[in-house]
């Protein structure tokens, strides 16, 4: 979850949708929500309102629409979060509206900097599960042996996060989304990285670069424990601009091309235990509503 990449990306969220397809009749219900576990939020799309002093505010919008669990940023890397950095009145003020918090995301420079003080304010929040948006410094990799030299320094970083009872995550952004010696450099990746370690976030949105959420679950189960959830429609003639990042247009969960119930039940046999609406906040009231309604 790069800075950059997702200011660009929200600012050019789409609003024209296409239908939701009908869910098959013969799906099993699982507790009403797919996977029967709380439907969360990122933080992320909302951090102008965090910046701005109107967390309890933001916390009490997400439990009105549905929410019950939400992923935080780090108040070290992501600077509209730094009003963030006391641990604990952040675990209140989420207790105090009803919601949980055991995901966040974290910058590769204070891992490497100031991990224990990274572990500890997860500690405070109850962050049991520490991810990284990508293991990229704006910098792509152009050999093998790149992509070595980061498996190896976040194998080393999972380690010690292990050890203070931390599971270590990667989500996929930029680096993630190269190609090296032909080869996906995410696909390597899963091969590198140690699975005792490391466990992976799939960015939904990342359909429009040709990944394909239920595919990779499917191909590498138990490696997979969330979702960043968007939806994106590939069909759309809407113009995108040059920084884009090639995301394809964005709308509504159920309003786009992916495959809801497919990917939800390759999740769940994955396993796939949270998963995070990451969208603006008009775009979390519909994802939300469709998700409560999704069986699966």
């Known amino acids: ?47 102008a309102l965090i910046q701005s002093g109107h967390f309890a505010e933001l916390a009490a ?10 992923e935080m940023c780090s108040p070290f890397d992501y600077e509209e979060f730094a009003p ?58 152009t050999t093998l042996d790149d992509v070595k030299r980061a498996a190896d320094e976040y194998n080393k970083i999972a380690a010690a996060a292990k050890k203070e009872g931390i599971q270590q995550g990667l989500h996929n952004e930029g680096f993630e989304m190269t ?21 992976f976030q799939f960015q939904m949105s990342t359909i429009s670069r040709g990944f394909v959420a239920a595919d990779y679950f499917t191909k590498y189960p138990g490696r997979f424990y969330s ?12 113009a995108q601009g040059p920084d884009d990042d090639g995301r394809g247009v964005q709308v509504p969960v159920g309003q786009g091309s992916i495959d809801w119930t497919k990917t939800f039940k390759a999740a769940k046999d994955a396993g796939v235990t ?23």
Not at 4 to 25: D, E, N, P, Y
Not at 61 to 70: D, K, R
Request: aromatic residues 6%; positive net charge; charged residues 20%.
């Open 1 to 47: 979850m790069t800075g950059m990449s997702r200011r660009q990306f929200f600012r050019k969220a789409g609003t024209h949708a296409a239908v939701a397809g009908i869910l098959a009749a013969d799906v099993m219900t699982i507790d009403a929500n797919p996977l029967g576990i709380p439907i969360g939020s990122q933080t992320y799309p909302h951090r």
């Open 61 to 70: 919008t997400l439990t009105q629409i549905g929410v019950q669990a939400v």
């Open 84 to 141: 963030l950095k006391d641990g604990k009145a952040v675990k209140k003020v989420l207790a105090d509206h009803g919601l949980t918090c055991d995901s966040g995301h974290f910058g590769m420079h204070e891992l490497r900097t100031q991990q224990a003080a990274s572990i500890a304010w997860a500690h405070d929040v109850g962050i049991t599960h520490m991810t990284t948006a990508t293991l990229g410094d704006g910098k792509d990799p």
């Open 179 to 199: 190609s090296v010696g032909g080869r996906r450099t995410y696909d390597i990746l899963l091969e590198l990285l140690d699975p005792s370690l490391v466990k």
């Open 227 to 238: 979702m960043h959830v968007q939806d994106v429609d590939l069909k759309s003639k809407k």
């Open 274 to 296: 949270s998963y995070y609406v990451e969208q603006t906040m008009a775009f979390t009231k519909e994802s939300v509503e469709y998700l409560k309604k999704l069986k699966v």
